[in-house]
């Protein structure tokens, strides 16, 4: 309790609560603008933190990674483009919903789950960090390839026609990341002899591309064929949280989806874009009627109730490993790794000795956080709904603008311009023949982590491929692999027979 009231005394300064407002709006600005990442606003608040004490320092970061974190759903739902990765699986149903005039429901709902979900992850953490942090130390890159392999095996839940036209497009997406330099053994692949080709393709470029783009050729189409592009009266826009009944009959999806996100948060090597995807097939295959699973990708509030819940709970995951063994997940954790080390932090069993107030000191601040990001987003969503009223064509000028200077900026590359424009052209193509798109973004945010798992394992065993059978963790995932597999082909069997049934009743 002494130490509970020291940090209380730390973080309930006037100089820490501006810098949680600083951050978190930071974050979620950056967050909510694509092309723009949380962790390029952790990189660019990194240097402030510099001459703060300690504690404001730390916690300026800690918000601005909470905020951005949660402002990847407001252009995903909005227009239907994903601010972050993590908010990748909350596009289509969100999107769907604000096409359909659900925005403000939708954006609550995400609003509320989210916070939710940081704030249960967080009291998580602080109760099982001993058996979190040990669990999680056991995975080696065996158990980590089968938890990605068992992630990508997802693409069959993701798929809206056939289990073949997932895997077409999840192929697709780990071909793209063999591109450029490799890793371990520094040759180049797939190149064809370009210099730029070395830096590869980068992930958010070809996010972009891939949700950007093709929203723009439609719109645009639309406008050239002078068709009524749609519009949405911002009169009937509004701020809804969503109701204590709607939040009660998600209340189980909630809690496992929670479950969920910190389990994988603890993962070093996983994260948001995981969990995301992991919740939101979760959610689509534990609905029990069949009329509600069809309503996945089409506008159900729980296709924004799942990835929403987990890519938040990931933050209280995430600071398990980077605290007790100082192991960060992902670059954003990375570069808060730097900031404890610049202020004198070393993450580790001795951090809980030598400095427990500065870590109650970590755990206040990430509730404090979350609960300014609340407040911000719910006042700042009313001002951003209004992007609905601009014309779609005139909105779709103004993305392209963004999505062109946003895709030079990550790395001041014209190379990635270009890339996001072949990529939205491969969206764009992709839609008119109906391939699913999210399983080549599933298949570029795993590739990397299965290939380097993958041939890290194969040289600890010398070349002998039961390394990856031969833990029960290990085992337990492969089980689920071949589970989830069997569970899509059983469906789609099951969905060729009645579609045959019924051309046969049709036809007597």
């Known amino acids: 309790m002494e130490n509970l009231g020291i940090a209380l005394n730390l973080v309930g300064t006037f100089e820490v609560m501006i810098a949680i407002s600083i951050g978190a709006f930071a974050g979620i600005v950056f967050g909510a603008i694509p092309g723009l990442t949380y962790s390029m606003a952790l990189a660019l608040m990194l240097p402030f933190t510099f001459t703060m004490e300690p504690v404001t320092g730390i916690s300026l970061l800690l918000a601005t990674y909470i905020g951005g974190m949660t402002g990847g759903s407001i252009s995903a739902i909005l227009i239907g483009i994903p601010g972050t990765p993590s908010a990748a699986a909350t596009a289509a149903d969100g999107y769907a919903m604000t096409k359909r005039g659900d925005a403000s429901i939708a954006l609550g709902t995400a609003v509320i789950v989210s916070t939710i979900g940081g704030l249960i992850s967080l009291i998580i953490m602080i109760l099982l ?70 830096q590869g393709v980068n992930l958010l470029v070809a996010m972009i591309g891939l949700f950007a783009v093709p929203h723009i050729l439609e719109v645009f189409n639309m406008r050239l064929n002078k068709e009524d592009a749609e519009n949405y009266d911002i009169g009937t826009v509004k701020t809804k949280l969503p109701s204590f009944s709607l939040l009660k009959k998600y209340f189980n999806l909630i809690l496992r989806c929670v479950g969920l996100g910190t389990s ?62 100082g192991i960060p997940g992902d670059p954003a954790t990375a570069i808060i790794l730097g900031g404890l080390l610049i202020h004198g932090l070393s993450p580790g069993p001795m951090l809980f000795i030598e400095n427990a107030p500065q870590v109650y000191s970590i755990y206040l601040a990430i509730l404090v956080a979350y609960i300014i990001v609340f407040i911000f987003q719910v006042n700042f969503i009313k001002h951003i709904v209004k992007i609905l009223k601009v014309k779609p064509h005139h909105l779709g000028v103004g993305i392209l603008v963004m999505v062109v200077v946003g895709s030079y900026a990550i790395r001041n590359s014209f190379l990635d311009v270009n890339v996001m424009i072949l990529m939205g052209l491969i969206g764009y193509f992709f839609n008119r023949i109906q391939l699913p798109v999210t399983p080549i973004v599933l298949g570029m945010v795993l590739g990397k982590t299965i290939e380097t798992e993958y041939r890290t394992a194969m040289s600890l065993s010398a070349g002998d491929p039961t390394i990856f059978f031969s833990s029960i963790v290990s085992l337990l995932f492969f089980g689920l692999i071949i589970l989830t597999i069997f569970l899509q082909v059983r469906k789609r069997v099951i969905e060729v027979k009645k579609q045959k049934q019924l051309k046969e009743q049709l036809q007597t």
């Open 264 to 325: 994988i948060g603890a993962i070093p090597g996983s994260g948001g874009p995981i969990a995301a995807f992991l919740a939101y097939s979760h959610a689509k295959n534990s609905e029990k009627s069949q009329e509600e699973k069809d309503k996945y990708g089409k506008g159900s509030i729980g296709g924004v109730v799942a990835p929403e819940t987990a890519n938040n709970a990931v933050t209280g995951g995430a600071m398990v490993p980077l605290l007790s063994l």
């Open 129 to 198: 960090v001993d058996f979190i942090s040990k669990f999680a130390i056991k995975f080696g890159p065996a158990e980590i390839f089968m938890l990605v392999v068992f992630g990508f095996s997802t693409i069959c839940g993701l798929s809206e026609r056939t289990l073949f036209r997932g895997l077409v497009a999840g192929v697709l997406g780990l071909m793209l990341m063999t591109i450029g330099t490799d890793e371990i053994e520094g040759i180049s692949r797939f190149t064809f002899g370009s210099t730029q080709m070395l």
